[in-house]
Each structure stands twice: as C-alpha cells, then as structure tokens.
C-alpha cells in the first residue's frame, strides 16, 4: 500500500525540496508507508500555497471536508486557512514527517476521526525518538525558530513545551522524569506558532534539557551530524552552575577551552573514556558552545606533548641521569 501526495500553486523551488524530502523519508524507511507524488485526484495529501488561485479549490474542500487532507506551506507568522493543516516554511523533515505520519494514520482510521488539534496541527502521533528530540533542539537554536515552540508528549502526563524565543523550556513535573528520557519511538513532537501555545510550568533554561539529551545520546554515540575526525574546540564555557555534570566534563571543557582537539587526543588527555567525550561533545554542541573544524590536520601539525615523557625527563635531568643511561 503506498500513500499518495500532490502539489499546487508552490513555487518550483519548495516543491523540488518536499519532493526530495519525501523521497529520503522513504529510502531510509523513516515512514512505515512508502509515498509517491501523484495527481491532485489520486491524493491522500495535497500541499498548496495558500496565496496561490490555483489552489482555491482545495481551499474550499479543505472547508467542507470532502476529497483529501490538505496542508498550507506557510510562515510560522501566517494564519492558516480554515480545515488545513500547516507545514511550516522554511520546511523541515521532520515537519514534512510529522506530517506524513499524522495524514497515515488519519487514512487508515478513516477521513476525520483523527481530529484536529487546537493549534490547528494534526493530532502528534507517539513515534517519535530521542534523536528526533535532539534534532528539535538544534533546530530550536536557530534564528528562524524564534517564532516557534514545540510540544513534546510522552516524558510525563503532561506535556513539555519549548520556547526558542525565551531560551526556555515549561514543565509541570518533577527534573528526575527528564533523567530517564525514553531512547526509541515513544515522544510526539510538534512545531506550533509560539502564540498559540496554552501551557503551564515553570520556565527553566533550555540549556538544561539540551544538555542533558545530549548527555543520554552520547552513551552510545556521537549524534549523527557530528563528524567524528573533527577538531573540536569551545566557543563559549558551559554554565556548569545549571548543567548536571561530572568532573570528567570539566577536565575536557577545560582541554577544549585552550586549544582544539581531535577526539583520541580529548581521551589521552583528559584521561577519559570516549562514551564520556561523546557525552560532552553532543550536550555542548545541542547547547551552542561547540565549534567543529573540518581540518584533522590542524591537530596533527600542533602535535601535543606527551606528558609521561616530559616528567620522565625533568626526573632524569634533576637525578643527573643522561638520555643514553
């Protein structure tokens, strides 16, 4: 069974990147149902421009709910038009796949009964990661995100909230739940206009959830965009005052925070396991402090000393012992 999706009215350039998007959801298998682009008849999702005639039409079906689900490519500023759901430009993967996988279950359930939810979104289903959450939380360091908030369900009864703009997050339930973040498919994330969010909480630093998802992450392995053959280095001192940390962390920030450092070097010198400098790499990277050099060999022409041989020769050279003795 393969799932249908057509365009109208986009611009050419928006409509190659969702046709491109969708096409590596599909080989990577990141959808459960492959889709195809197909004719506007033969659609079980239509992508419009809303601003676009072409798409008026749609528009009105979309009203009366008759013929398939259609979706508005709009800002995170614009309204959408009534019975759509958005997909937010600039368009992201993980929107497009939220979205695909909300319009599936929708199908398969029947037109309508999934329902819609109040910020005019499909209702989220729970199949998403933690490295999903990751990947909203690089994103949510991004300029053009600071008109946006996502909704996370699935850590606790309910749900957490994400605030770029404030450089926060809200939460009702207790920091200890967010220690035991769950790593497969088990979050429902979704992106919403920050003014339509109707949330309680307090407000706590977004860096603290950073940190710590990158800190999970990094148990098992670098996060995908980080490349492992980089020179790392800090561009800023993590607020350790806040952030849940181990002496190990400090010793690399402190490595970092002098010179940059391939990671077999980060291990040999801050003595430390690589799962530790995966764990510390990813947190400061999902916090903004990271800076990555494409260039291995920047560290290879500033070799560092080793420091055994630099104490065995200070002793030599205090106990009068020559190199050949």
Known sequence: MKRGVAFVGLPPGDERRIRAAIGILSIHK???TPWYVCAVNEADLVIVAPD??????????????????????????DTIPTGCERLLWPMR???????????????????GSAGTSSAGGLTPLPRSSLLDLANM??????????GSAWIVHGIAPKPLYVVPRRSAFLFEGSLSTLRNLPQQGSLAIRRVREQDLSHGGAAKPLIMLQWLVGILL??????????????????????FAVLKHRVDHRRIATLLGNRAAVIPDIVRLAQVDEHVVNEFLNAASLTGRLIAASAPQIAASQPWPNVGNALLRRLRKALGIGPGR
């Open 30 to 32: 990141l959808l459960p």
């Open 52 to 77: 676009n005639p072409l798409s008026r039409p749609l528009l009105k079906s979309a009203i009366q709910r008759t013929g398939p689900v259609t979706a508005a490519l709009v800002a995170a500023a």
């Open 93 to 111: 993967a993980s929107d497009l796949r939220n979205l695909l996988l909300g319009v599936e279950d929708r199908v398969v359930r029947g037109n």
């Open 137 to 146: 939380l690089r994103e949510a360091n991004e300029p053009d995100s600071l």
């Open 218 to 239: 990094g148990q098992k392995s670098l996060l995908p965009w980080m490349d492992p053959e980089a020179v790392y280095s800090l561009r800023h001192w993590p607020d």
